[in-house]
């Protein structure tokens, strides 16, 4: 439950004035879930308001979601949970396919135990493409390495986002702030020879990063790890952002 | 995982600064949990970096959480849960005692099956007392009735947070934001005979509400409802509100 302030009371009683059926709707139609990890679910319980839209994500995700009760706040009947099969092409929006594929990744942290794989192949970190029929983008937000399959994947991509969790894989370590790598996280980093930026280079998509943890040095306007991104024929996605494809 | 834009990049790296151990710190050492439902829970999915507090709750509640494993996001090394039992003392800071005891609740929304009572009585739905000795206030943001037992208790208050859902029992369907009654949430209305305000005027505490709807006219500077509350003695919390009892 919201606890507005007055100022934000006026503000929705004048939206409500203008569009009174609009008050408690959400913009989103549908949402494709690649992952189960906390930063890919727990937002989901913030949209638990009764307004309808679709939660699309794979057997193991779903399977997840149905292990934890609390996400039965969200009303089945308003939101309904769509399974979606990797490699197997369904539409999500009208005009607009969508396709998930596994890359490289690992269990949730909430449910590891023991030895920790980050080179799963499966249905818990999947990669998504999508296409209105004409042109082809990827949205690819948690990778753990870029193999030579996904680059081959990647050849008809117009446009790919992609996971920019760590500029280098020590960096949170160094910084202080944690004790674990990116790899051990589930991330490939943007730097090195094995990182994403050299791995991808060849892509002739236009291609932007997501998914930037608060360490990452390419948040700095002025850092040279921008600079290089940039250069590199990387743009750094922010709050807002709209593209074009 | 939190993605930063440039500025508030800029902001963290100036706080770094002055205070290198701080980054990541919380400013929360204890955590009392009051109920089981979303939007008292849910919020612990956002404090998940390490950084340690402890987590107070009843068994019942504690049970909820053991039972949704996205709770196990929280290292129990670095975020102990300790079980309170309903009406013992135990010390929750330093110099503070806190006890809970069972108000008028229900079931969370997400674990409801059949025919609801919003009248349960037990460790699904706690009020709290706290105390450092000499000055006593209770915290009370569900309750369902407000009962005689309760008025009784509340005897040795000097100040009373409380329960501030609703103005009216009907509010949310007039305005047509929703099915339900108050009641049926589990709150008792501000207004009426049975309200809050009526049924707690006999009280020698200072009085502020708390967990309010953002439906709820009180929240408007002008309203007439506001205006009532703070004549019979509520002050309508909001953000940065700080009181001395």
Known sequence: MLNASPDIREQMLRC?????????????????????????????????????????????????????????????????????????????????????????????????????????????????????????????????????????RLADADHLFFDGTLWQDDEMIRAGLGRKTGKRMGHVSMSGPKGSIARLAGLRAGKTFVHINNTNPVWRPDSLERAFARENGWEIAADGLEIEI
Chains 1, 2 share one sequence.
């Open 16 to 152: 409500a004035a203008m569009h009174p059926r609009g008050l408690r709707d959400t913009p989103l139609a549908a949402l494709l879930l690649t992952n189960g990890d906390i930063d890919h679910i727990a937002g989901l319980l913030s949209l638990r308001e009764q307004t309808p839209f679709t939660i699309h994500a794979t057997g193991e995700i779903l399977a997840l979601l149905a292990a934890n009760r609390i996400f039965d706040a969200l009303s089945r009947d308003m939101v309904p949970r769509r399974e979606v099969r990797l490699s197997t092409p369904f539409g999500i929006l009208p005009g607009l396919q969508a396709e998930v594929f596994p890359v490289p990744g690992k269990t949730p942290l909430f449910m590891e135990e023991g030895e920790v794989n980050t080179g799963l192949l499966g249905e818990q970190t999947v990669g998504v493409r999508l296409s209105d029929g004409g042109k082809v983008a990827y949205y690819i937000p948690g990778c753990a390495d870029v193999t030579g399959e996904l680059i081959a």
